[in-house]
């Protein structure tokens, strides 16, 4: 029989395989951690900078403020026309306000009128 005389624990591959191993630990844990640090900083920016992130809600404000006031104009000009309207209705017409409309719809004017001709620009 033959006689083994080297121990079965000095392999001389055994120390790079425990060292590949530990090194494939290490870079499975760091990319494990860079792939969550990713994951993070993407819905960080999307909630910032996202459709319905911080700078959108801002602009949303923005525009409810001014579309707000527009509306608020509208309003206004609205409760004006309407005025203007009921006060040429046949119940109760205005004769003012029938002979200004009747005059600027016709262009004619009152002999007795002074009339003052501004060029356009």
Not at 25 to 38: E, P, Q, R
Not at 82 to 93: A, M, N, W
């Amino acid at each position: 029989m033959l006689k083994i005389s080297v121990p079965l624990t000095k392999l001389p591959h055994l120390p790079k395989m425990v060292s590949r191993a530990r090194l494939k630990s290490i870079l499975t844990g760091l990319a494990l951690y860079a792939m969550a640090a990713a994951i993070v900083g993407y819905f960080g920016v999307n909630a910032y900078t996202g459709k319905y992130g911080l700078n959108a809600r801002q602009e949303l404000d923005q525009e409810i403020i001014a579309l707000t006031s527009e509306l608020a104009q509208l309003k206004r000009e609205r409760a004006r026309s309407e005025q203007r309207v009921s006060l040429l209705r046949t119940s109760r017409i205005d004769p003012d306000m029938l002979d200004e409309r009747a005059r600027f719809q016709l262009d004619y004017v009152n002999p007795h009128d002074l009339v003052r001709m501004i060029p356009p620009n």
